[in-house]
Structures are given as C-alpha cells and as structure tokens.
C-alpha cells in the first residue's frame, strides 16, 4: 500500500445516535487492535488464552467491544467496530469503523487516541480521493458522491446515483475505446505510407467518428444545455418596480420570514437568494431591489446587481401589482427583460374583483402569466405549476440511467468535439495522417480529463476541495 494511514470523524458534528470514527490504510488494523477490547461474553467457547487486545480481527465483521485508552486502561465508550481488508473496501486499503456514541466529546477523544497511534488528520475527501487514486472509482464518480450528499430533490439525487454506477464514465470510455482504434489505424498509414490501403479504411474511419464519437459527443452536451438545471438547480429571480410585493412572494415561497416586507417602497436593497424544491425541481430563487430611477446610492448598486443577475438567470417572475398595473415604470422594466423566458406575475388580487381582467399590453399578452395575492398565499399553486411547466418545456423527466453531465464535464466534452470534428473535417479533406492523429489525440486526451484517466493536479485538487473531512 502506497499511503500513510488517515482517520477521521465520518458523520456530521453534533449529538446523534451513533457517530463513526474512520480509519483507512496499512496501519488501520493494528491502530484498532491496539485500542480497542472486544468484549469477552462474545467470545464463547473460542476465548483465546491470554489478552483480550491480541486477537485476530477477521475481514467484513462486526465486533462488539470497548475502545479503552491503553496508557491509562481508561474506557472512552462502548461501540461496534467493523473490520475491513483491502482490497474489497472503500478506499481498497485496509478499512476501520468505529461505530460509537455520538456526541464531539467522545468522538473526539476517539479519534485522538487513533492520532496518537499514528494515523494522519485525513484531508476534505481524501477517503474518496483514494477510491479514485487506487482505480475503484473514476472522477465522475468521485464527484458523483458529492452530489449524492448535496442532493435536494429526488431527480438530483437519481442524476448522482446513475452517475455513480458509471452511466457517463462508460460512455466516455467507448468513445475512447474508438478513437483509440482510430488512432491505431492513422498511426499504421503515418508508419507504412505505401500500404495506406491496407492499414487503414478511411470511410469507416470517418463513419465511426461521425456517429460514435461526435454525435455521441453532441448529444452530451445538448443533455447538459436541456437538463442540467435538474442537477444545478433552476435559477430564477423575482423582479419588478418597488413595493409590488417581491419579498412578499419569496417569502410565500420559501415558506418562512426570510426577507424584509414594508409598505415602504425600497425595503429590499441587495441580492437575497433561497434554494427550494418546486414540483421536484431544485429552484435557486432570487429577490431583489425594486427597479426604479434613483440616486440613493445603495439602491443603485442593488439595481446594477439584479441586472447582473437577471442576465444569467433561467427564468423571471415579472411582478407588477393588480390595484396599479402597468405603469411606465413597468414598461420599461418589461423593455428590458422582453427577450428572456418569463412569467408575468399579477399580485395583490386580493386589492381588486374577483372578475378582475387586467389589460395586458401589446405584445405580453403572449407571455404566460398568473394571478395572486403574496399576503394571502392565492395563486400560489398555479405559480409553482406554470414554473415547473417552463422548466420542463416539453422535455422528458425520466432521468433514470439518464447522464446529465456537470459544467467541467460540459467544458471538457466540447474541446473534445471541436477537436474532433477538425479531424473529421481532415480525414474528409485528405489532410496529412500527421495532423489528423494530433485532433485525434488531442479528442482523446480533452475525454481523460472527464474520467482523470489524464489527470491534472489542480482538477483533481479541485473536486475534491469541494468534499468535507471524513468522506
Ligand atoms: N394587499 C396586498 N398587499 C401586499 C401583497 N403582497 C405584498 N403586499 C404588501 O405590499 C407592501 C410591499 O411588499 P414587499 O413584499 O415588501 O414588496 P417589494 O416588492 O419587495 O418591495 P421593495 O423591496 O421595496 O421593492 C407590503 O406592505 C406588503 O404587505 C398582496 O398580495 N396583497
Ligand atoms: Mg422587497
């Protein structure tokens, strides 16, 4: 085994049932065999002579026993301990769990004892870091587990769970598998240029890379382009001309006190973001300062910021409120945001008729809009259904064993098309084999960086930066 042994607390901080100390590496066993008693009523008729320390842990069993200090012989807490040989285990070295009381003070005192016997802190991730280092898992694997964790609805969490049993990764490797036939081929005819002939058929060369490498190619990336706010989230902003109710309605939707509501026009001054759940869909919502002319100098800088925002945002909720619709204040906001997707929130229904018909302007009359009232919580059903609906657009949600690259995957999966499709282009021109073998190459090297099969320290450092101690 390559690596020193690392420890770490596994579960969150804070009392709990049971709390689990992690020991992963060479020394793992002998750490464990050095603090912890197993208890002798288990033993039976098989009680070994001498000390209960010295005794065989076998591999993927549960002991039940007591981790005691052996310095001081001090008992620190009853537990169950699992027992784990490399390499079938999680990180494919030797693997300790200690199953205690949860609470920091015994958890901690665990984990100093397993310190002292001379394992190391364990870095954010460095468990799954190893999973990847030794070959079990690859990098969208890897970074399958985080999202497994920061997962907030079901279809998030079933994207993860399909990109862990490797859904993308093995789509990556048969892309490989033939552009690595295609290398061989162009590699043969740079090598033998009077057989050009035999070694390679050019026609299915082209066809391969046409179909199993860049439509496959195109296809991942449209995957992520149309579905990716599945994983990321949908980012959504509320805006509109001050006091129509904005904070109100984020309020409604994130079923708490969050934001500030006044009847004093400019309440809201900066960025407010929530993450909610909307019809399973993960929504990153937004309220923001009200859109007007002003000098006030904070309002303006909220004003620059909900642009900003607006500009990247995947939808908007453009609110302008029913006992005052219309204004030219609205209309110069609706100047502004009339080529994005949107919804035209009517607000404050409560303010006028039941029959209230609003006279929709030229031009919005085509945008989807719906009635409410953010004080009273009317339309708020309708709301969330018209915001699922432009989400999904006529799109299918079945993701199961579907692959929904992330933003480094998406990156990555373009530099590999352009590549390839200059190849393409090569092959059909009858350029050198010289060239085509470097696109080819260069596709295949831009694909190793999805899977870390060509690892690059800093994207590796990256992804797993993001993981926290003890996964
Ligand atoms: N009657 C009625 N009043 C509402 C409704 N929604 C909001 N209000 C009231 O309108 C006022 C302004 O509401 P806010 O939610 O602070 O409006 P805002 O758009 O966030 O305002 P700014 O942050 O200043 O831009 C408050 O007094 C709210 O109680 C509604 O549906 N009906
Ligand atoms: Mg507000």
């Not at 990764?169 to 490989?176: A, D, G, H, T």
């Not at 005819?189 to 195109?218: R, T």
Request: net charge negative; charged share 25%; with cysteine.
């Amino acid at each position: 085994m390559k690596y020193d042994t690392i420890a770490a607390i596994a579960t969150p901080t804070g009392s709990g049932g049971i709390g689990i100390v992690k020991i992963s590496g060479k020394d793992a066993f002998s750490i464990a065999k050095a603090i912890f008693q197993r208890s002798l009523a288990s033993w039976g008729d098989g009680r070994p002579e001498g000390d209960a320390l010295s005794f065989p842990l076998k591999s993927h069993r549960l002991y039940h026993g007591h981790i005691v200090n052996p310095k001081t012989g001090k008992v620190l807490d009853e537990v169950l301990l699992s027992a784990m040989k490399a390499p079938r285990t999680y990180t494919r070295e030797d693997v300790i769990e200690i199953n205690s009381h949860s609470g920091y003070i015994v958890m901690a005192s665990i984990l100093d004892l397993v310190l002292q016997k001379g394992a190391r802190l364990a870095d954010p991730g460095e468990f799954t870091k190893r999973a990847y280092l030794s070959g079990r898992i690859d990098l969208t694997q890897a970074e399958a587990v985080i999202d497994i964790i920061n997962s907030r609805t079901e279809k998030s969490l079933e994207i993860a769970t399909s990109q862990i049993k490797g859904g993308l990764k093995n789509r990556i490797e048969s892309m490989r598998h033939s552009l690595i036939d295609i290398l061989t081929q162009v590699e043969a005819a740079i090598d033998f240029p009077e057989d050009v002939g035999d070694v390679i058929d050019v026609e299915s060369v082209d066809q391969i890379l046409d179909k199993a490498v860049i439509d496959a190619l195109s296809e991942l990336v449209a995957q992520y382009e149309n579905m990716h706010f599945l994983r990321d989230g949908l980012k959504m902003i509320v805006v509109g001309r001050p006091n129509v109710g904005k904070s109100s309605l984020m309020n409604r939707l994130i079923q708490d006190d969050r934001v500030i509501v006044t009847p004093i026009p400019g309440t809201t001054r900066d960025l407010i973001e929530e993450t909610l759940n909307i019809r399973g869909i993960p929504v990153i919502v937004a309220d923001s300062a009200g859109l007007h002319d002003t000098e006030d100098p904070v309002e303006v800088i909220g004003i620059e910021k909900t642009h900003k925002y607006m500009h990247g945002s995947d939808l908007i909720l453009f609110m302008i409120d029913a006992s005052d619709p219309f204004t030219r204040e609205d209309q110069k906001i609706y100047q502004t945001i009339d080529d994005k997707r949107l919804i035209l929130v009517i607000n404050k229904i409560d303010l006028v008729e039941d029959d209230f018909q609003p006279e929709i302007p030229e031009g919005w009359d085509k945008r989807p809009s719906v009635k409410i009232s953010a004080l009273y919580g009317n339309g708020l059903s309708s709301l969330k259904d018209l915001i699922a609906k432009l989400a999904i657009g006529d799109r299918h949600l079945e993701v199961q064993n579907t692959i929904i690259p992330n933003l480094r995957h998406k990156v990555a999966l373009e530099k590999s098309l352009g590549f390839a499709v200059s190849a393409r282009e090569e092959i059909r021109k009858g350029t050198s084999f010289e060239l085509i073998a470097i696109d080819i190459k260069e596709t295949l090297d831009s694909l190793g960086e999805i899977i870390g099969a060509v690892a690059k320290e800093d994207i590796i450092d990256q992804i797993f930066n993001r993981f926290c101690i003890g996964k």
